[in-house]
Structures are given as C-alpha cells and as structure tokens.
T-cell receptor, first 112, second 111 residues
Framework: DAGVIQSPRHEVTEMGQEVTLRCKPI?????LFWYRQTMMRGLELLIY????????DSGMPEDRFSAKMPNASFSTLKIQPSEPRDSAVYFC??????????FGSGTQLSVL | GNSVTQMEGPVTLSEEAFLTINCTYT??????LFWYVQYPGEGLQLLLK?????DKGSNKGFEATYRKETTSFHLEKGSVQVSDSAVYFC??????????FGAGTILRVKS
C-alpha cells in the first residue's frame, strides 16, 4: 500500500497567485481530511469528506479556500488568491472503518 | 467544545531516561484517544490508541492508559532512545469523525 500521497511536496508562490494542492487517499478509504499546520495555531482541520461529499467545512478560513473530491481517489485544496499568511504545511489524511487517520507527508507552502 | 491539552515542550532527556508526556482532554462523552508522532519533514503517524476507559494502548515501548476519572491519557516510555526525538501529539475523536489535536510536545533525546 502506497499510503496517502500528496503533491507537490514544496510549493513556493507569490502573493495573489492560485495554488492547488493534491491528494490521493489510500484505496478503499472513504473519509478524507485536509489539515493545516502552523507554529502559531498547531494542527487545524480545514474540511473533511465522506464518500466524496464534503461533510464539514467549518474550518476553511475564508472564501479564498476551496476543496473538491471529484472521485474516491483524488482531492484538491485550492487557494485563490494566495496570501503570505497562508504559508503553512498542509496535510491530507484518510481513514477507513477504523477510527485511525493515515497522513500524507504534507505540502510545505510558502507564499512570498 | 472538545479539546486536548498537552504539556508544553520541549522535553529534553538523556538516552535511557524515563519519559512522561501529560495529556488531558475535555469531552461530553467518551472519545477515542490517540497519540501520534511526527518526525522531521514527515506527516503524522499513529503511535497508539485506546477506545474505552481503562484500555491501555502500547507500541514500540510506548504506553498510555485511558483514565476516565482524570480525563487523561499520559504517554510513557521506560527508556528513550535518540531515535524517539520527534513531536508527539495527543488527540481525541468523539462525534463527527473529527480528530482534535493537542498543540504537540517536542521531545529531544541526547546521547
């Protein structure tokens, strides 16, 4: 099993640009989560999906953030336009029947 | 709402020392409890878990016991190694599949 796969590993962009982060969950997992990690705020849940449907997006900071899951094997988190305060590590995680999350290696985002 | 409180770090220990990282939680019911570990540059990995009161989770020499009466889930290891240096996160999952994390505790083990 390849685990949760995220891309890119690192993203450096300029303020105002659109950023798209990608995630492939573990095959057979029907929950997918997007987290953001910063020194100041720790790990924050942004949004999660069940069977490709967004269930709770209350953690999405503002309208500049959007997430989609067009099928069971792919999800995106988009920031448009990006701002320096969006700089963080973004993690994707998935789970199956057991209450255990499997995390990807994260995307380190730097917005200049 | 539900929350998790961990002892602040960093915790610095010598190799073979005893480790305790305190964790307490607030919840309306009886959540499942977890310890995750994050090594530099990597994502979080599940270290151990407990799903009901008095359960003891264990893995790689680490242990934690679900204490309902004190709402605690302290992480312990009898003899730490340099390779245990990482950030440790306590977490709970109650309703809605949300995993709520503590702030994390940095552990540094010196040889």
């Amino acid at each position: 099993d390849a685990g949760v796969i995220q891309s890119p590993r690192h993203e450096v962009t300029e303020m105002g640009q659109e950023v798209t982060l990608r995630c492939k969950p573990i095959s057979g997992h029907d929950y997918l989560f997007w987290y953001r990690q910063t020194m100041m705020r720790g790990l924050e849940l942004l949004i999660y999906f069940n069977n490709n449907v967004p269930i709770d997006d209350s953690g999405m900071p503002e309208d500049r953030f959007s997430a989609k899951m067009p099928n069971a094997s792919f999800s995106t988190l988009k920031i448009q336009p990006s701002e320096p305060r969006d700089s963080a590590v973004y993690f994707c995680a998935s789970r199956g029947r057991q209450p255990q999350l499997f995390f990807g290696s994260g995307t380190q985002l730097s917005v200049l | 709402g539900n929350s998790v409180t961990q002892m602040e770090g960093p915790v610095t220990l010598s190799e073979e020392a005893f480790l305790t990282i305190n964790c307490t939680y607030t919840a309306t019911g009886y959540p499942s409890l977890f310890w995750y570990v994050q090594y530099p540059g990597e994502g979080l990995q599940l270290l151990l878990k407990a799903t009901k009161a008095d359960d003891k989770g264990s893995n790689k020499g680490f242990e934690a016991t679900y204490r309902k009466e004190t709402t605690s889930f302290h992480l312990e290891k009898g003899s730490v190694q340099v390779s245990d240096s990482a950030v440790y996160f306590c977490a709970q999952m109650e309703y809605g599949n949300k995993l709520v994390f503590g702030a994390g505790t940095i552990l540094r083990v010196k040889s």
